[in-house]
């Protein structure tokens, strides 16, 4: 039993790191609008990569993060994306109670979603439509999955408050300030996130956002007048509830069961 779960775990890191790999060619290549189909190649001199030299994680490591063929850098994002997502693939597994429930798909596919649109919104300080607008519908299908009718009501409440605030919130903040505080890509995104956290998830998140992002631009000393990309807050802040909320939970279960053996 055990010796399956580590095997089960293994597949899943060897799975995650593959998605990962092809999350770093959505990152790059979804902004410029280029096919995600068409073969890798060095963002410096454009040469193919040879597949023993698109190993995820690995060949990064062994190529001590340079091209072989022009020997140009290549950004540690793609090292990094191809490492936190087996993890999070693995942990989300694990929360989930090492079962492949109807939560763990949709939070694997939530994650998958949040990596990209984290790495795209830092380099390019945009979130893409193409990302935003599926993965709100993949919220309301989840949402009738997990609890029919019910479910499907729940997450449209969400979306629709994860939408409408932030659209009060804009709508305000530039009247007031006359200045852009949240783009067209939050207010879509935070309706995606919506509709997987639920009406009350959007408020938790906001706040925990709002949270992370004054931690680190207090930190890296960021001037409060300069726009910052506010994405990859609102998606690590998602997870961090989604995800981080059901390990608490199993914490406390946990913590109960032991309490009601003494
Ligand atoms: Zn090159």
């Given amino acids: 039993m055990i010796a399956e779960l580590i095997i089960i775990y ?13 999350f770093n060619v959505c990152i790059s290549r ?19 990569i040879k597949y023993h030299n698109n190993i995820p994680i690995f ?15 290549i950004s540690i994002t793609y090292f990094l994306v191809e490492l936190i997502t087996p993890l999070l ?35 390019n300080q945009i979130i893409p439509d193409v990302l935003s607008i599926p993965l709100l519908f993949i ?14 009501f729940e997450s449209f409440i969400g979306g629709a408050t994860g939408f409408l605030l932030f659209l009060i919130v804009s709508e305000f903040y530039s009247k007031v300030r006359k200045k852009e505080a949240l783009g067209g890509g939050d207010i879509k995104i935070m309706a995606a996130i919506g509709a997987f956290s639920g009406w009350m998830g959007v408020l ?6 709002s949270v ?11 001037d409060p007048e300069k726009h910052f990309p506010f994405g990859p ?15 608490l939970e199993n914490l406390y279960m946990k913590f109960f069961d032991f309490i009601m053996t003494i």
């Avoid at 979804?30 to 193919?48: M, R, V, Y």
């Avoid at 062994?62 to 091209?67: A, E, N, R």
């Avoid at 992370?212 to 960021?222: G, P, S, Y």
């Avoid at 690590?236 to 509830?241: D, E, I, K, Q, T």
Wanted: with cysteine; glycine share 8%; hydrophobic share 55%.
């Fill in 10 to 22: 293994i597949f899943i890191f060897i799975f995650g790191a593959v998605f990962g790999s092809f």
């Fill in 30 to 48: 979804i902004p410029l609008k280029e096919s995600l189909l068409t073969e890798s190649h060095c963002p410096n001199c454009g040469k193919a």
């Fill in 59 to 73: 060949s990064w490591l062994f190529l001590k993060g340079k091209c072989s063929d022009c020997g140009q850098p």
């Fill in 89 to 123: 693939f693995m942990f989300i597994f694990y929360v989930n109670g090492s079962r492949f429930s109807i939560t763990f798909f949709s939070q694997i596919i939530f994650a998958s979603f949040a990596i990209i649109i984290a790495f795209i919104d830092l380099k």
């Fill in 139 to 152: 919220g309301l299908i989840f949402g009738f999955l997990q609890n029919n009718i019910n479910g499907l």
């Fill in 204 to 209: 938790a998140i906001t706040f925990l956002a």
């Fill in 212 to 222: 992370f992002a004054l931690i680190i631009l207090v930190m890296i000393k960021h």
């Fill in 233 to 247: 807050f609102l998606v690590s802040a998602s997870l961090f509830y989604l995800i981080g909320g059901r390990f």
